[in-house]
């Protein structure tokens, strides 16, 4: 494997004040995650696109991502294919990161939500289906317990996460007034066949 260089090309530019929860807090877009050892509150909002919130427990330093594994034209896609190798970089960026603030990939634990089939076409159902088959297969196989899970289901989520605590809310969106969040999805897509095959990331240690 090539090493991987950490940077900020994915961490989550946006910015603000909770005053509901009286935070400092980020909010990540599709492709984004970001990673902290702060008291700062983590927020997206998911349609098909799964996010994975995780945190050393015992370090209370944790993060979360928010991914699409690309359309796959093979509907038994291998895990090992240039599809996973995707969503095992948008975990992989995330760990890593947690470890160099400090965290201990030992102590990981998860949460995963999303991959709901938000969308009038069966391609995106599929893909919010394999995003969350993916996500357990990968944490199981990297022996990364999943404490708590709100995936698949017809309707979009806001997933607020709080890395000191462990704590996550969800929102469960049953009325959509607007078409952002299939926009930023399908921009994300499109982001996704426009950019070049991404290489193998090598996990850092404790």
């Given at each position: 494997?090539?090493?991987?260089?950490?940077?900020?090309?994915?961490?989550?530019?946006?910015?603000?004040?909770?005053?509901?929860?009286?935070?400092?807090?980020?909010?990540?877009?599709?492709?984004?995650?970001?990673?902290?050892?702060?008291?700062?509150?983590?927020?997206?909002?998911?349609?098909?696109?799964?996010?994975?919130?995780?945190?050393?427990?015992?370090?209370?330093?944790?993060?979360?991502?928010?991914?699409?594994?690309?359309?796959?034209?093979?509907?038994?896609?291998?895990?090992?294919?240039?599809?996973?190798?995707?969503?095992?970089?948008?975990?992989?960026?995330?760990?890593n990161h947690i470890i160099k603030l400090g965290g201990r990939r030992a102590n990981l634990e998860a949460k995963i939500f999303g991959?709901?089939?938000?969308?009038?076409?069966?391609?995106?159902?599929?893909?919010?289906?394999?995003?969350?088959?993916?996500?357990?297969?990968?944490?199981?196989?990297?022996?990364?317990?999943?404490?708590?899970?709100?995936?698949?289901?017809?309707?979009p989520r806001k997933v607020y996460f709080f890395p000191t605590t462990g704590k996550v809310l969800v929102r469960k969106i049953k009325?959509?007034?607007?078409?952002?969040?299939?926009?930023?999805?399908?921009?994300?897509?499109?982001?996704?066949?426009?950019?070049?095959?991404?290489?193998?990331?090598?996990?850092?240690?404790?």
């Open positions: 494997m090539q090493s991987f260089k950490m940077d900020n090309n994915h961490l989550a530019p946006n910015r603000y004040y909770d005053r509901h929860f009286d935070l400092e807090a980020v909010k990540i877009l599709p492709g984004e995650y970001f990673a902290t050892r702060d008291n700062t509150l983590i927020v997206t909002v998911l349609g098909s696109c799964v996010s994975v919130c995780l945190r050393d427990a015992k370090l209370k330093i944790g993060g979360m991502n928010h991914f699409l594994l690309p359309n796959d034209s093979s509907a038994n896609s291998d895990m090992l294919g240039d599809s996973a190798r995707y969503g095992g970089y948008a975990m992989e960026i995330l760990i991959g709901g089939s938000v969308l009038p076409d069966i391609t995106v159902i599929q893909v919010g289906q394999r995003n969350t088959a993916f996500v357990r297969a990968y944490l199981k196989t990297e022996d990364i317990p999943i404490l708590a899970f709100d995936v698949l289901d017809n309707y009325s959509i007034h607007n078409t952002t969040i299939m926009d930023r999805e399908s921009a994300y897509r499109l982001r996704m066949r426009n950019t070049p095959q991404i290489g193998d990331v090598e996990l850092f240690g404790d």
